[in-house]
């Protein structure tokens, strides 16, 4: 009879190749969950310094700093074998001769894997932090988006306070603030807003050669023109902010869009209680509000709380806080051509856009100050 150690030579071989393709496996594994895990993370604290601000709380920050994950497998193998032969003696059977075998095999196979994660993370704060929090934002940021082509009326609307549109004839500026007492100056930022987007998918409305300011194409006034004869293009004269040119009519002046920039706050800020103030105003003007804003501004910059009765998406991020549900999902309508159910995907562009902003205050992981770190393993 064959030895049965070939079987334990093959079982070994077999454990051998086993543990060996684990590690690469295992990688991408955690790889992939300990993205998902980074990225819902971060959505969710974002959601929640929105929700903090909508019920004025002050917002706060935890950065990530750097993750390890060391991993281990084993496996270990054993047996036995055995063999008895029996030869019957003894009366008849004795010139038979007869013989028995009895073979015995036994074997052990065990697979270990361990993980051990740590990571660290660190509160935000300083004078550093600060400072990116507080400071304006760079308006080179602003065109740089612009260009890789986001509509200009969402940056208008998140990254803007004011926009101050210089004439031959004169300056005016538009607040983006919604004052309740002052729902016209609102309004004409919207239609400013929706204005500026039409110039922009036309290919009309272009950003200066050093990034600080919109020059028009020389079809913009003609398009502008046409578009005004929509009474949602019209914005209505206020005295308050505007300011005549003394110097003079100069019709070679090239018509200009400056823009004052809000800090990250004043974004945060601003995202997470204009909702709220935008649906007051369509409460109290109703249509007195809307007919005069273009048909794709009716609607907040972000809606943190959805409609309840509206269809909305799978949140990109929810989170409940202080006992109210808050998640960043968009509305399900439907098409007034085709009759089929539709998504518009404003809410998750813009936080998104919130999310990118976010980027160029955080520190780097690798300069975050050791003794605020808090480590967990």
């Not at 856009?353 to 980027?359: G, H, Q």
Request: glycine share 6%; hydrophobic share 40%; with cysteine.
């Amino acid at each position: 009879m064959k030895s049965p150690h070939r079987f334990f030579v093959l079982l070994s071989g077999l454990l051998s190749i086993t543990v060996g393709c684990q590690g690469p496996r295992a990688m991408k594994s955690e790889f992939i969950e300990y993205s998902h895990a980074y990225a819902e993370t971060s959505n969710q604290q974002m959601l929640l310094n929105l929700a903090r601000r909508a019920n004025g709380h002050p917002a706060y920050f935890l950065q990530m700093g750097t993750i390890n994950a060391t991993m281990q497998f084993g496996a270990t193998a054993g047996g036995s074998a055995g063999q008895n032969r029996t030869r019957a003696s003894g009366g008849a059977l004795a010139t038979a001769a007869a013989i028995s075998d009895t073979i015995a095999v036994g074997s052990t196979l065990g697979l270990s894997g361990s993980e051990q994660p740590s990571f660290s993370f660190t509160p935000l704060s300083g004078s550093s932090f600060a400072a990116a929090l507080f400071n304006p934002i760079d308006p080179k940021i602003f065109f740089n988006l612009y260009d890789q082509g986001i509509p200009v009326d969402a940056l208008l609307r998140v990254m803007v306070q004011s926009i101050t549109l210089n004439e031959a004839k004169g300056s005016r500026t538009f607040l983006n603030v919604i004052d309740p007492e002052r729902p016209v100056s609102y309004r004409n930022f919207l239609t400013v807003a929706g204005l500026a987007r039409e110039l922009q998918k036309r290919h009309l409305l272009l950003s200066s050669t050093n990034q600080n300011s919109f020059i028009f194409a020389d079809k913009a006034y003609e398009t502008v023109a046409n578009l005004r004869t929509n009474v949602y293009y019209q914005y209505e004269e206020d005295s308050t902010y505007f300011v005549p040119n003394n110097s003079g009519t100069d019709k070679k002046r090239q018509d200009t869009i400056n823009l004052t920039l809000r800090t990250f706050e004043g974004v945060l800020t601003a995202l997470a209680q204009e909702s709220e103030l935008f649906d007051g105003f369509v409460r109290t003007d109703g249509t007195n509000f809307t007919t005069f804003v273009a048909p794709s501004e009716r609607r907040p910059a972000l809606r943190i709380t959805p409609p309840k009765a509206a269809k909305t998406t799978s949140p990109v991020a929810e989170i409940t806080y202080r006992g109210e549900k808050f998640s960043i999902s968009d509305e399900i309508v439907i098409d007034p051509v085709t009759k089929q159910p539709k998504v518009n995907t404003w809410n998750r562009e813009v936080f998104n856009l919130l999310n990118m902003l976010y980027v160029q205050i955080s520190l780097d992981p690798s300069k975050l100050p050791v003794q605020q770190l808090i480590q967990v393993h």
